[in-house]
């Protein structure tokens, strides 16, 4: 009697998957990267059907404590097809220690949703006012590309 009382239970909640046709696909990514001076950790990206949410990471300069600087900004990337839009982002002018930065979260709401079927490449651009050269400095952090193939580890395949 008990095995039968124990697959009920599971049976309805199967049942309960394969009712619903209209069942939306939400991805969740944890990103993290890093260039030759910057290393990104616990940046996250959720996408919906009802928009994007981008956030909650550090920047962090490698092997430096401490970095003044008169400007710094950040702006994180995501590649549709050949469109290149600027999903998050964020500034800090005046002399100020940039050596660990937050990102903050954005969440955008939009009547065209970004799916990570098709994403090709999210990237982060840094830019801050190098004091010692005197000029700004940019940099690239890749933090997804799409496999050449065009799939991704969710499809099953790999």
């Known amino acids: ?6 697959l009920i239970p599971m049976l309805f909640i199967m049942a309960a998957c394969t009712e619903d046709e209209s ?14 001076t910057w290393e990104l950790t616990g940046y996250e990206m959720m996408l919906t059907s ?3 949410k981008a956030g909650n990471g550090k920047l962090s300069m490698k092997e430096v404590d401490e970095y003044i600087s008169d400007s710094f900004s950040f702006r ?10 600027v999903i998050h982002g964020s500034s800090v002018s005046g002399r100020t ?22 994403v090709s490449n999210i990237y982060m651009t840094v830019e801050w006012w190098d004091m010692d050269k ?8 890749e933090l997804y ?9 969710l499809d099953g395949e790999g």
Do not use: W
């Open 97 to 118: 220690d940039i050596a660990q930065q937050t990102t903050g979260t954005v969440e955008g709401k939009g009547g065209n949703p970004i799916t990570l079927d098709n």
């Open 50 to 52: 009802d928009g994007e």
């Open 145 to 153: 590309r799409k496999p050449e193939n065009g799939g991704t580890f």
């Open 23 to 36: 069942m939306e696909t939400n991805y969740y990514l944890s990103l993290m990267g890093e260039s030759d």
């Open 76 to 85: 994180t990337h995501a590649v549709v097809g050949r469109e290149d839009t």
């Open 134 to 141: 005197n000029e700004k400095v940019q940099e690239r952090i």
């Open 1 to 6: 009697m008990k095995k039968i009382l124990c």
